[in-house]
């Protein structure tokens, strides 16, 4: 059974730019969750999309949105790119109500 | 809102000895789940342990078991016979059970070194 992907791994972006990061679940999973990790903040929840509706949150700013589609897959979207945006990405999948994986993450560089 | 502290930002440990990591949690909610994730060098977020809070019975996966004190709102990882291989950041987890929803709430990590 494949894992949770994320694509791209490895990403470079300058300031003011836009980025779409991707991340299809495992297979039968509904829920997809997507969290951002840098040194200083931790792990932090953007948000979560089950049967392509946004049911949770995190406090960020409107300038990160996501989407999900009809086959569970999710696109990340950041837009006017800031320094402080550079992070590891992970997107995580799971059934309702049990616990998630993660894909590999997408790590974003901001210059 | 839930937050969840690991009071250990680093621990090593020698090789095949026994290691537990803290964790403390705060929530008013009675009906959630609590994770361990470790993170090796590789980055890959890898679930170690669950426990659902209305299970007394402290969970077990070889050589991971917990520690789940509910009223405490302590949930501390012991690892048995620690190998080389256990060498990552490991976090502890919160998880409302909701309808919908798999909003995980982190802690900062604890790094743990295995030594040889």
């Known amino acids: 059974k494949a894992g949770v992907t994320q694509t791209p791994r490895y990403l470079i972006k300058t300031r003011g730019q836009q980025v779409t990061l991707s991340c299809s679940p495992i297979?039968?999973?509904?829920?997809v969750s997507w969290y951002q990790q840098t040194p200083g903040q931790g792990l932090q929840f953007l948000f979560e999309?089950?049967?392509?509706?946004?049911?949770n949150k995190g406090n960020f700013p409107g300038r990160f949105s996501g989407r999900q589609f009809s086959n569970s897959r999710s696109e990340m979207n950041v837009s006017t790119l800031e320094l402080g945006d550079s992070a590891l990405y992970l997107c995580?999948?799971?059934?309702?109500?049990?616990?998630?994986?993660f894909g590999q993450g997408t790590r974003l560089t901001v210059v | 809102a839930q937050t969840v502290t690991q009071s250990q930002p680093e621990m090593s440990v020698q090789e095949a000895e026994t290691v537990t990591l803290s964790c403390t949690y705060d929530?008013?909610?009675?009906?959630?789940?609590l994770f361990w994730y470790k993170q090796p060098p590789s980055r890959q977020m890898i679930l170690v342990i669950r426990?659902?809070?209305?299970?007394?019975q402290n969970a077990t996966e070889n050589r991971f078991s917990v520690n789940f004190q509910k009223a405490a709102k302590s949930f501390s990882l012991k690892i048995s016979d620690s190998q080389l291989g256990d060498t990552a950041m490991y976090f502890c987890?919160?998880?409302?059970?909701?309808?919908?929803?798999?909003?995980?709430?982190f802690g900062a990590g604890t790094i743990l070194r295995v030594k040889s």
């Open positions: 995580a999948s799971a059934r309702v109500g049990t616990e998630a994986f």
């Open positions: 297979s039968g999973h509904r829920s």
């Open positions: 999309y089950f049967s392509e509706t946004q049911r």
């Open positions: 929530t008013s909610e009675n009906n959630y789940y």
């Open positions: 426990q659902e809070a209305y299970k007394q």
């Open positions: 987890a919160f998880m409302k059970r909701m309808e919908y929803g798999n909003k995980l709430v």
